[in-house]
């Protein structure tokens, strides 16, 4: 495994974006995001500076040497900024690295499958065992509840993140991964209960391929990113590589025996195959692709209008707010909607207000912490900039969160795998 990477190898020319427009140009965009139009300013100085602390705490927390961050108020301004280092005394982080998008990439590929059923192609009704072969006694479970969630079916990642520690170069048949979940105990009965699964969404993409007749990576490309016009956002072929061609070094921390966190030489996890995330969590991003993809999601910018993705959504938990819930491939968390996850190497959060069009987007360049890190920072930051205030001749909205920014902050500094902020 490779160890920190010099600042020599990895130097990237320019600096930090302060202030990047999200909306920007698409060439491929026959898809239009109806939300209110983002004021032309950066956010004011006092509100980047209590996103900057957010950030930083939360690298501190997460044993990150690096983040890359994006929050668009419309009403107020942009903030778009990478922090920190690659690694010890690494290059600064600059604002138009790539890097892995996580579970993000479920939402896609259940943009593909409702897309399909907007289409006639299939229904999202539809038992799995109409499109997926070799899963007899399956046919309770229906495509829609793969998105929602609610299959009952284990996720292969809590079988196989062990594996791919040792060899994260290995490619992945997405068969064998849909076996290791399939062979687990199922969590639920379908349609009981939520249960957060990557062979749910490993699924949906072999059934979509089976639909469309086209491979998933096609599939995303033509029904979501080009549409979109997200030149930086795709699922790579198999084959191990970084995520860009300019990428965030990503790092995962690991537990010695005695179960101690290694804050200091986390391995390098930036290079490795993308076919273990697959349709669940292997596509690649940038801050600005994964910030407008949060407000597409969020407002159904890729469905006709009336569609049910989002109609009947479920509780996350028992044990979690009421106000956290998931349906179609996505979270629902107060007014927000979105994504957060994780890949070996990066923490990743992407979440947006479709009525205000407020998005947040984060990424951490440490994945041994909790997966949880990348929503509970998103909404921190959507906290904060939710009372920005507006700029001339804007009007601030009215509506809050049901969560403060300092629950969102002790919310992951009680999953600290290094020193947590004092404070």
């Known amino acids: ?73 419309p009403w107020s301004g942009t903030w778009v900024s990478g922090l920190g280092t690659q690694g010890p005394g690494g290059a600064e982080v600059t604002a138009d690295l790539g890097f892995r998008a996580g579970d993000v990439t479920g939402a896609m590929t259940c943009d593909v499958l409702y897309r399909l059923a907007a289409d006639g192609t299939l229904s999202m009704s539809d038992p799995v065992t109409t499109w997926v072969s070799n899963l007899p006694g399956y046919d309770k479970i229906t495509l829609r509840q793969l998105c929602d969630g609610t299959s009952g079916l284990a996720s292969y990642t809590s079988v196989l993140d062990g594996q791919v520690a040792n060899n994260p170069e290995r490619v992945w048949n997405p068969r064998e991964l849909m076996t290791y979940g399939i062979a687990s105990p199922r969590t639920n009965a379908p349609g009981v209960a939520f249960a957060d699964s990557a062979t749910d969404f490993v699924i949906a993409g072999l059934a979509a391929e089976r639909a469309a007749n086209e491979p998933i990576a096609q599939l ?88 049910d993705r989002f109609a009947a959504p479920v509780p996350v938990g028992g ?20 994504q957060y ?31 949880t890190t990348g929503a509970w920072l998103a909404w921190e930051l959507a906290a904060i900039a939710s009372k920005a205030p507006a700029a001339q001749g804007q009007t601030a909205p009215q509506a809050g969160l049901p969560w403060t920014a300092e629950q969102m902050r002790d919310n992951i500094n009680s999953k600290a795998i290094c020193a947590a902020p004092a404070g």
Not at 237 to 256: C, E, I, T, V
Not at 319 to 335: K, L, M, R, V
Request: charged share 10%.
């Open 220 to 307: 995303i490309a033509e029904r979501v990113t080009e549409p979109l016009g997200l030149d930086a956002t795709g699922l790579p072929d198999s084959a191990p590589a970084d995520p860009a061609d300019a990428s965030l070094q990503g790092y995962w921390s690991q537990q010695n025996a005695e179960g101690a966190w290694n804050c200091t030489e986390p391995r390098d996890y930036t290079e490795m195959s993308s076919s273990y995330g697959g349709a669940a969590a292997g596509a690649v991003t940038n801050i600005t692709d994964l910030g407008r993809y949060a407000q597409a999601l969020a407002t159904g910018a890729l469905l006709p209008a009336g569609n």
């Open 1 to 73: 495994m490779r160890a920190w990477r010099r600042s020599a190898a990895i130097a990237i020319a320019g600096a930090s974006v302060l202030a990047v427009a999200l909306s920007g140009c698409s060439p491929q965009g026959s898809v239009s995001i109806n939300i209110p139009a983002q004021v032309d300013a950066p956010l004011p100085e006092a509100t980047v500076t209590e996103l900057q602390e957010a950030v930083t705490s939360a690298m501190t927390a997460t044993g990150s040497t690096g983040a890359i961050v994006g929050v668009w108020a």
């Open 341 to 371: 996850g994780s890949m070996p190497g990066y923490l990743v959060g992407a979440f947006a207000d479709p009525t205000t069009g407020m998005s947040v987007a984060v990424v951490l360049n440490n994945s041994g912490g909790d997966k």
């Open 319 to 338: 044990d979690q707010p009421t106000w956290f819930t998931s349906a179609g491939g996505a979270f629902q968390a107060g007014s927000l909607i979105g």
